[in-house]
């Protein structure tokens, strides 16, 4: 299957950064404040991916009607957002796959979960150079599997869902793609497995960076 795409919109955490370890610490640290039990990487790994207040409710015992999810989830946001980038790192072949896509003049955007603040933090932080926009969540975007990313994203770069396509690591990604009206391609060295994509329905699941450009149709046609 092959895609005749110009525009390429990316999830954040788990397709292009590997954020894991940062979120552990920081719901861990929120925890530890609250007097809570540890969570060890695994548990948070499936815990993330639905947004921090998401993640909190999962990992906090009694979710959001434990009086102090609210307080839980403020120590969690404060603590992150100094500490977001003490060891994510883009995963292996992430750089040379969007530097090869710039090349290409492929326009490219992020769409994630996470606050908005953070998500073009991080974008200029690691791909200041190779994408084009990133959108975060916010008071007026609803968060994935809802649309309003996607679209928000699509409405900056000027570009046509008919010449779009959606990369991401998760279920919650394959039904923000089909929701959106876009093919999804699954990932798979992020936060969920192969068989979690293929019972979503991702329509292509792809093992490493560069084998993008196999499914996507003959360079994008920009003119």
Not at 111 to 125: G, T
């Amino acid at each position: 299957m092959k895609f005749k795409a110009t525009t390429v919109i990316f999830d954040l955490d788990g397709t292009l950064l590997n954020t894991l370890v940062d979120l552990k610490n920081a719901t861990n640290y929120a925890l530890e404040e609250y007097g809570y039990p540890q969570k060890s990487l695994e548990e948070v790994r499936m815990a993330v991916g639905n947004g921090v207040a998401k993640l909190i409710e999962r990992v906090i015992p009694e979710g959001i009607s434990n009086p102090d999810y609210q307080g839980c989830l403020d120590t969690f946001r404060k603590h992150y957002s100094e500490h977001l980038k003490d060891n994510t790192a883009p995963y292996p072949g992430i750089m040379e796959l969007l530097q090869e896509l710039k090349a290409k003049k492929y326009s490219t955007g992020i769409v994630s979960n996470k606050f908005d603040a953070a998500v073009k933090e991080l974008k200029e932080d690691y791909f200041r150079e190779v994408i084009d926009i990133a959108i975060g969540e916010s008071a007026n975007v609803r968060k994935k599997p809802a649309p309003d990313c996607v679209y928000k994203a699509m409405e900056e770069l000027h570009c046509v869902k008919e010449k779009t396509i959606y990369v991401g690591d998760s279920d919650v990604d394959v039904a923000t793609a089909h929701n959106s009206g876009l093919p999804c391609v699954g990932v798979t060295w992020g936060f969920r497995d192969r068989d979690v994509l293929e019972q979503a329905g991702a329509d292509v699941i792809i093992d490493n960076p560069m084998e993008l450009f196999s499914v996507l149709a003959a360079e994008a046609d920009m003119q």
